[in-house]
């Protein structure tokens, strides 16, 4: 049965095209810097905001208007299902991403929830095999439910963390049995309102040691994903502990766990923490732990996470350079952690968001290897450093330089010449980069 009826499959048709339902920069089998566009690109659907979120807001109830309101909850989910592979095969992406309860309802024990679980696995399972799509990654929500509301691996109550730890193990299980690429984890509730009532020592011991327990036992059932942590700074708790990619590194730094994990890093979350995309998208790239990409936007003029669909082409572009310059994504990708506005409200607009989410990447991605085949940040940034190639600032990179042999240096009053940055030159640059492919 068929959850869209109105919307056909959607093909590339070229940037002249002037048809809704129609690519105009993604090219599946288009090769780039040696890879095809879907190699490159990896999308996913996020499953949580295109099939769950209603459009509610905290001024009002959810305006989405999908077949399988009326459902049962179980029903509910199984109707989802159907409309997560359409939907995939007829935008024609590869993965899919999911917390466990997007999947399935919660029941009234832990035990019940699992045997929830457990039936729409195995749905998604055959549809998987029937289609060939594949999961990105999948976790487990471990912040909704009022029992977090003190957190989960950092709460404060031990019947708490045991009810997270137990979840996760399922959560571990089923990415097996799904074959996930990757395992994420998003500390939606990991962190404090105050340090007047918070052990903050003892909340961080905890929350590594549960990190440490899904290592053992991904490794105990043969479960190979690559491990994600999502950084976050803010909203819900006031004080998250992995606020950015830094902060994130330094704890898993820490405590023994940089080995096992890497970063999934979100736009939105990034300009939450005031820094841009490609700023944290660079920390983890030159720390060796970027992972894979959650693409988003935000609103600038609005102070809390809004998940956009992304549309900013020079936002993609200077993404899609770090991605290029970490050597691709390995195993993880671009899910699409986007939700379409509570005014778009029909099952077309979730189309229409994805074709323009995936447009947009796309572009980035012929952007940024433009950038890159034509050295225009490589030259630059040569030219701009090409003094610690040589003299004395060969000597510090290479490690033989000390405070003494600089400070016999700096005593001979060579003349001092900075030259400028042509900041504004190189932004010109790259506008006509990006409106050029």
């Known amino acids: 049965m068929s959850m869209f009826n109105n919307v056909p499959k959607i093909a590339y048709e070229g940037r002249n095209s002037k048809n809704p339902f129609a690519f105009k920069h993604y090219n599946p089998q288009e090769m780039v810097l040696g890879k095809t566009m879907e190699e490159h690109l990896r999308f996913a659907v996020a499953y949580w905001h295109t099939y769950v979120a209603s459009g509610s ?23 989802r299902v159907e409309a997560n592979f359409e939907l995939m095969d007829k935008l024609n992406i590869p993965f899919y991403c999911f917390h466990d309860v997007d999947v399935a309802p919660e029941g009234a024990t832990l035990a019940e929830t699992n045997k929830n679980l457990d039936i729409i696995v195995s749905l998604l399972k055959e549809n998987m095999k029937s289609t060939g799509k594949k999961l990105l990654w999948n976790t487990v929500n471990l912040f909704t439910n009022p029992r977090y509301v003190h957190g989960a691996g950092t709460t404060n ?68 994903a690559q491990f994600l942590i999502e950084p976050k700074p803010k909203e819900p708790t006031k004080h998250q502990y992995d606020f950015d990619a830094a902060t994130a590194l330094a704890f898993l730094q820490n405590y023994d766990l940089k080995p096992y994990f890497k ?17 944290e998208l660079r920390v983890a790239r030159i720390n060796g732990v970027l992972g894979s990409i959650d693409a988003n936007q935000g609103d600038l003029l609005l102070g809390w996470d809004t998940d956009e669909f992304p549309t900013d082409l020079y936002t993609s572009t200077l993404a899609m350079y770090e991605v290029l310059q970490n ?10 952690d986007a939700k379409v506005r509570r005014s778009s409200f029909e099952d077309e607009d979730l189309f229409y968001a994805h074709i323009a989410g995936m ?31 040589e003299g004395i600032g060969a000597e510090i990179v290479s490690g033989k330089a000390t405070l003494k042999s600089i400070e016999a240096y700096a005593l001979q009053n060579n003349p001092i010449k900075n030259e400028s940055g042509r900041l504004e030159q190189l932004k010109a640059t790259l506008n006509e980069v990006i409106f050029s492919v």
């Open 263 to 279: 970063l999934n890093i979100e736009a939105n979350h990034a300009t939450l923490a005031g820094h841009t995309f490609e700023h």
């Open 57 to 79: 807001d905290p001024f009002g109830v959810g305006t989405a208007v999908r077949s399988w309101d009326s459902l049962s909850p179980l029903d509910k989910a199984k109707a």
């Open 157 to 224: 109550n031990a019947e708490v963390f045991a009810y997270a730890a137990a979840t996760i193990k399922k959560g571990l299980e089923v990415g097996k049995e799904l074959g996930a690429e990757n395992y994420v984890f998003w500390g939606g509730r990991e962190g404090y309102e105050s340090l007047l009532n918070t052990d903050m020592k003892l909340e961080l011991d905890n929350l590594a040691r549960l990190l440490h327990m899904a290592v053992d036992y991904a490794k105990e059932i043969g479960f190979d």
């Open 327 to 336: 050597g691709g994504f390995g195993r993880g990708g671009v899910n699409f």
């Open 359 to 389: 447009d947009s990447y796309a572009r980035g991605l012929k952007a940024a290897a433009k950038l890159i085949e034509e050295r225009v940040l490589d030259d630059l940034l040569e030219h701009r450093y090409r003094s610690f190639r």
